[in-house]
């Protein structure tokens, strides 16, 4: 088991930033893959980036240039650092693991509570 608390979202204007934070605990944080989903409500649940043990990334096209995962194996987190956000990106936030793969919803075994997200216009 793989448990995962996501923290650092909130509430902010347009073209602001936040840093999104998870950390793992449970079992070994380098062998899994990690994402970041996010669902706007009445929406469905989506990808918006992903990395693999080694750092290699996945963004979504509606975020590309404006965020960036990140992680530290060692302190067993990943991060989502947000930059021009946009209302649009208003959402809540999901952390997830997985073993699987990196690109879809269903490959995830584990996930966070979720934080949210609101960004006023």
């Known amino acids: 088991q793989v448990q995962l608390v996501e923290s650092g979202g909130g509430l902010v204007q347009a073209g602001g930033s936040l840093r999104l934070s998870c950390v793992a605990s449970g079992r070994t944080f380098r062998n899994y893959y990690m994402g970041w989903f996010r669902q706007p409500p009445g929406k469905e649940r989506e990808l918006v980036a992903a990395?693999?043990?080694?750092?290699?990334?996945y963004y979504a096209d509606s975020v590309k240039g404006r965020f960036t995962i990140s992680r530290d194996n060692a302190k067993n987190t990943v991060y989502l650092q947000m930059n021009s956000l946009k209302p649009e990106d208003t959402a809540v936030y999901y952390c997830a693991a997985s073993t699987k793969g990196l690109r879809y919803r269903n490959d995830y075994e584990y996930w966070g509570q979720g934080t949210q997200v609101t960004v006023s216009s």
């Open positions: 990395i693999t043990w080694s750092g290699g990334t």
